[in-house]
């Protein structure tokens, strides 16, 4: 694994893989390393792009709010047109695998929607797969609430109860309906990935369609949890719809969500059909760095330590949850590279008494500058050939404002597209830019 | 048992419960995040074991996705064995985590007999009963051992030095693979050395729970590997299920151990002689006629260790070959797991994509590192699968691989 290559691309979550599809698009060789999956195996399958403003007004066009942000987000620097082309990559490529993303607009312009969970709570998003039609929610009337007998995840009773409290979904009629299970003797409590398995099973169209015929009859809209397959370009959503002459939007889901797989499972096919190298279950512990220039990287794994090489490096390693933001006592350090990070130096302004505020904590991350390349504490170019995607950037505070795959994708398809003209520019002058290839 | 992991680490993100196949295929597994870590707060608690800990197959799946770094399986082997040390454990399973051993106990028989006593239609209905499915592809016993037939071959004197890790499966099953690995190595400038003193690896009996036995192999192992580390030879494996177990297993588990030997690290094979490549050692000219179009399986121990998939590098490297990385997911085998007539259906269901994958390539062979996996491809896809390095050696000697 002393091999050099183009490309290092650090963690595999949303940033990560579009560095490596951006980087790999461009002909670079690319390396992912990657500890863990990362958390779009998890997620909803929607893509948040910006769902409230800094003042905490919920946002009906992320483009215009976008330019309201502070200077040092992460949309400020790279600029709308930057965040566009990484959401362009984006939805082109799941297309690709069957895979439609598409936001809903209004008078021929993009949009938020406001999309009902399965805990009864609607969340703005802006892509949804094609099989949702925001403008079906509105106007429904009479509205089946669905789940699965065993699936705990999702009460329609309970959906019911919560939607009702939004005043553009009290007045409609709702319907609760649970339909059995297609599985004899589980063991477990029932997720929505092992439903969405069983509906692409053999007989689990039938399963699906053969429930909800009946129980569908005389509503205009169906809610049911996200178990219509769990690959990307699954027919089944398209086949409910027409089964049951009625739009079906698939509820967002607490994870395991479904929807992130499939967009995962495209990206990865996309990936692996680049011949993008993928090193699992290695932990970057640290780098050698030398005149500004990242050298190699240390990965730990099972019991052994070695250095890899690439000539332009992407680091996607997440935050605080995902590792790449390590919290000590009075400071916050990034993890790879031991930049300090800027917090408040007295501990108690770290965090603010309202617990679903905007805490100073959940914005610590890595400043980069335009090109998304590290800075130092004095604002200075603290690396040349290091790019940073994703949540271990600083500046913003996804949780609250609902940004944090639209962040990772736009930084990340960026952060791949520098580091492969870096790269390039190495190859060719013929100099690796890590000091020596073999 | 002295060693407990801390379940803490989970945030129950699922991630696991995603990746796992086992889940995948059956509800009747808790899946990894319950059995594991959330489980294994009741064991702390003294409750009663989950009757699916024994659906785990170790396959490590959990852990190469594990965003926290959670050992989650672990967390499940230990269980395992703290539960059978409490309850016994069955006669199948002893036979299962005792290959080597059996092979020794037989080996006066001839291969042909000992496999016609082992792998004709009434034993194998005897063994169903006992708890090994008849339609389990048992691999058959190799006329000699790979260690008895390491010492026939002719080596050329070489300045530099390998030791080799054979593992069970080439030793008892599958010497051919060892010999391809000793053309191999002396052919890169390094005169392979095949210690008589290595056993087993332990993990066959990790995953069925006999700790004790696992124990005693460990202490052989590393003792044995330190001499040879002492003396700056590198001891490599072209097992990644070995290599696995001496990575994470052992120093998990036997902490003592390993610190009283030192890390008892295998190399792996592939990896090795890629570098081998790299620095001028070894030549791949690819002599051989006509292009071979290759699957491959990268195994789950191989993913888990951090290193990419060096095996598959290595092939494409060769000219004529196109190798393709068929990554669909486990193979299902795990070892003995799938030989177990109340897991047979489930491993036959965890790797129907990979056969799918397998027999729609239209490839010539699949190949993989992993013996068992290569086993369960053939059952499973009725596509010949071999070691990598058995297509290196055939290219460079300008021949169909065999």
């Keep these: ?438 | 048992m002295s060693v407990r992991v801390s379940p803490d680490k989970c945030i129950a993100c699922t991630t696991c419960v995603v990746h796992c196949p086992v889940a995948r295929v059956t509800p009747k597994f808790l899946g990894p995040r319950m059995i594991g870590p959330a489980y294994e707060r009741f064991r702390l608690l003294g409750l009663a074991e989950d009757e699916s800990l024994t659906y785990c197959a170790n396959c490590k799946n959990c852990d190469i996705t594990c965003p926290q770094g959670v050992p989650v399986s672990s967390i499940n082997m230990l269980a395992r064995a703290e539960h059978c040390k409490k309850h016994g454990t069955s006669m199948r399973d002893w036979v299962l985590a005792h290959g080597e051993l059996q092979a020794k106990l037989l080996q006066l028989i001839p291969a042909a007999l000992k496999n016609f006593g082992m792998l004709n239609p009434v034993t194998r209905k005897v063994l169903d009963m006992f708890g090994i499915d008849k339609r389990a592809p048992l691999p058959a016993f190799a006329p000699k051992t790979f260690r008895q037939m390491a010492r026939k071959v002719e080596q050329p004197s070489l300045p530099r030095k390998v030791v080799f890790f054979p593992g069970c499966f080439v030793d008892v099953y599958d010497p051919q693979t060892g010999l391809d690995m000793i053309w191999a190595f002396n052919r890169a400038g390094y005169e392979v050395i095949t210690p008589e003193k290595f056993g087993c690896c332990g993990l066959p009996m990790i995953a069925n729970g006999f700790w004790q036995d696992s124990r005693r192999q460990a202490k052989r192992n590393l003792a044995e590997i330190a001499r040879w580390r002492d003396q700056g030879i590198p001891v490599v494996t072209g097992c990644p299920s070995c290599a696995l177990t001496f990575r994470q297993d052992l120093p998990e588990f036997f902490p003592d151990l390993v610190e009283k030997h030192g890390a008892g690290v295998l190399e792996d094979a592939q990896d090795f002689l890629l570098d081998c490549v790299d620095r001028g050692e070894l030549e791949l000219e690819d002599k051989a006629p006509g292009d071979l179009s290759l699957i491959y399986h990268a195994p789950c121990h191989l993913r888990a260790q951090g290193n990419g998939l060096p095996g598959l590098k290595l092939l494409q490297r060769l000219k004529g070959v196109s190798a393709r990385n068929a990554d669909a997911g486990c193979c299902g085998i795990s070892g003995s797991y799938g030989f177990k007539k109340e897991k047979y259906d489930i491993a036959q269901e965890v790797g129907s994509e990979l056969f799918h994958v397998v027999r729609e390539s239209g490839a010539d062979f699949a190949t993989s590192e992993c013996g068992t996996c290569r086993v369960q491809i053939q059952h499973g896809s009725g596509k010949k699968a071999l070691h990598p390095v058995s297509i290196l050696r055939a290219r460079l000697e300008g021949r169909r691989p065999a």
């Design chain 1, 1 to 438: 694994m002393s091999r050099t290559t183009d490309v290092i691309v650090v963690g595999s979550g949303l940033g990560g893989l579009m560095a490596a599809l951006a980087a790999a698009r461009q002909g670079r060789e690319v390396r992912i390393i990657s500890e863990g999956t990362g958390c779009l195996a998890i997620g909803t399958g929607c893509v948040d792009l910006l769902g409230y403003a800094p003042d905490g007004a919920s946002v009906e066009d992320p483009w215009a709010a976008m330019a309201e942000l502070a200077p040092a987000h992460p949309y400020s620097l790279l600029g709308a047109e930057k965040v566009r082309e990484g959401l362009d990559a984006l939805t082109e490529t799941t297309a690709r695998h069957g895979l439609v993303l598409r936001p809903a607009s209004r008078d021929g312009k993009p949009r938020n929607t406001r999309v009902p969970t399965i805990m009864g709570t609607l969340k703005p998003t802006y892509l949804m797969p094609d099989t949702f039609e925001p403008d079906d929610l509105g106007k429904a009337k009479r509205v089946l609430v669905a789940s699965v007998m065993g699936f705990r995840d999702c009460r329609p009773a309970l959906v019911i109860d919560q939607l009702r409290r939004y005043p553009d979904w009290a007045n409609k009629e709702y319907f609760p309906c649970l339909i059995p299970t297609p599985f004899d003797d589980a063991h477990r409590a029932l997720n929505a990935l092992d439903l969405a398995r069983a509906a692409e099973r053999p007989g689990g169209s039938e399963w699906l369609i053969g429930s909800l015929k009946e129980r569908a009859e005389g509503c205009d809209l169906v809610l049911m949890p996200p178990i219509c397959g769990r690959h990307a370009g699954s027919p089944l959503a398209r086949e409910l719809r027409e089964a049951l002459g009625c739009p079906v939007v698939e509820m967002l889901s607490i994870p395991p969500g479904v929807g992130g797989l499939r967009i995962r499972d495209a990206l990865m096919r996309e990936l692996a059909a680049l011949g993008v190298e993928l090193v699992e279950n290695a932990n970057v512990i640290g780098a050698g760095v030398a005149e500004g220039k990242c050298l190699s990287l240390d990965i730990s794994s099972t019991g052994r330590n070695y250095a890899t090489k690439a000539r332009a490096y992407v680091l996607a390693t997440g935050g605080i949850l995902g590792g790449g933001v390590l919290l000590e006592p009075g400071r916050a350090i990034e993890r790879v590279f031991g930049l300090d990070l800027a917090l408040p130096a007295d501990v108690a302004e770290w965090t603010e008494p309202e617990i679903f505020g905007s805490q100073a904590v959940s914005k610590v991350g890595v400043r980069v500058d335009d090109k998304l390349r590290p800075l130092d504490a004095n604002g200075a170019l603290a690396l040349e050939n290091v790019f940073f995607a994703g949540r271990s950037l600083g500046a913003h505070d996804p949780a609250v404002e609902k940004s944090g795959y639209g962040v990772a994708l736009a930084t990340g398809w960026q952060a791949g597209l520098a580091a492969a003209e870096l790269a390039a520019a190495a190859h060719n002058t013929g100099e690796a830019a890590t000091g020596g290839e073999q």
